[in-house]
């Protein structure tokens, strides 16, 4: 099925409102009682706004467009212009609970992955909710190392390019050797020859979707 672009609003404390996109996997709709996993993707610092389809530009929502056959329901919001995904938390995870909610998600796989702003994005949202994520895969991130023993039951897969100028790699690195050092489930690719685009690479690599694919809640 296409990718769309829809809006959320909810009213807690105030009023959250996020486009995103939706990507319901072909399929879908002829048996209504298979659940799917789900990805939750958060962009880069380049990609806010609200223009949603600049959402599209790099990694999971790019990917769905290549890959037809793409097996999970994917959401790819959108942060606004003059925020960063650090002050959006409460308005993720209540897209996340809305549309687990309204689809056939299997709640049990549900992966969460960013790259650059979205890399120390999904640091934070995991370490703050890990009950709620099977996964995670941070791409050129980083973030407190003081917070990772949130995550020593989860499977973390790290993508960084060895060049990057933009986040440098220690910022991976850190958070890695953090959890490590209280038994962790984590893992640190590392490319060579590349700068700040390390996400290309890991997006379009079957073995990611695989390995997601093995852990569930």
Same mark, same amino acid.
């Given at each position: ?89 409460? =308005? $993720? ?28 994005? =999904? ?38 390019? =060895? ?49 997601? $694919?093995?852990?569930?809640?």
């Amino acid at each position: 099925m296409t990718q769309t672009a829809r809006r959320m609003e909810k009213e807690i404390l105030k009023k959250v409102s996020l486009n995103f996109l939706l990507h319901i996997p072909d399929g879908y709709e002829k048996d209504s009682t298979k659940k799917w996993p789900l990805i939750l993707f958060l962009h880069g610092s380049g990609e806010r706004g609200d223009n949603v389809e600049r959402v599209a530009i790099h990694g999971i929502p790019k990917i769905v467009q290549q890959q037809t056959d793409f097996p999970f329901i994917a959401v790819s919001p959108q942060c606004p212009e003059d925020s960063f995904w650090g002050a959006e938390m409460d =308005a $993720l995870i209540l897209l996340l609970d809305e549309i687990v909610m309204s689809h056939n998600v299997d709640a049990t796989r549900v992966y969460l992955t960013g790259l650059s702003m979205g890399g120390y994005g =999904a640091w934070q949202l995991g370490a703050i909710h890990p009950d709620r994520f099977a996964a995670i895969v941070p791409i050129c991130g980083g973030g407190n190392p003081k917070r990772v023993e949130a995550l020593k039951k989860t499977p973390v897969w790290v993508f960084h390019g =060895a060049q990057d100028k933009v986040v440098p790699i220690s910022e991976s690195e850190n958070m890695v050797e953090a959890l490590q050092a209280i038994g962790g489930n984590v893992k640190l690719t590392v490319y060579p020859d590349a700068d700040h685009d390390s996400w290309t690479e890991t997006y379009e690599n079957p073995k990611l979707y695989e390995w997601l $694919l093995q852990h569930s809640l």
